[in-house]
């Protein structure tokens, strides 16, 4: 079910850089764990980071690790993706994912319970 809402995605150029926000009205983000997931047309939505409630772990999939950070604001209610360096392989819908019903962190997204609509990143060669 749609209950967050991802923004700040765009057309960047190779080794440009993104920051990502989810946010939602409906609940306390860090009372869930959070994950970022990439989908393009004909593969499988992909993890590609996450961030526990429980102790605020966080996990890369090894295709962003070193270029990703996912972090929240408390205040805000928000979890962003902050994206660096990218490349045309990062083209995608992104969407962010929340669950409460477990601590740890994964970035298997049958796992989570509530989804935003996406927002669309496109890195041009």
């Known amino acids: 079910q749609v209950q967050l809402e991802e923004s700040g995605g765009g057309l960047v150029q190779t080794g440009g850089s993104l920051r990502l926000s989810c946010v939602t009205s409906k609940f306390t983000l860090g009372r869930y764990a959070i994950g970022w997931f990439r989908q393009v047309p004909g593969k499988e939505r992909e993890g590609l980071s996450c961030?526990?409630?429980?102790?605020?772990?966080?996990n890369y999939a090894d295709s962003v690790k070193g270029r990703f950070t996912i972090s929240k604001d408390d205040d805000e209610n928000t979890v962003y993706l902050q994206m660096n360096n990218l490349t045309p392989e990062d083209t995608g819908l992104y969407f962010c994912?929340?669950?409460?019903?477990?601590?740890?962190?994964?970035?298997?997204?049958?796992?989570?319970?509530?989804w935003g609509q996406g927002t669309q990143v496109t890195v041009s060669s």
């Open positions: 994912g929340a669950d409460a019903t477990f601590n740890g962190c994964t970035l298997k997204s049958g796992l989570y319970d509530y």
């Open positions: 961030l526990s409630r429980s102790d605020d772990t966080t």
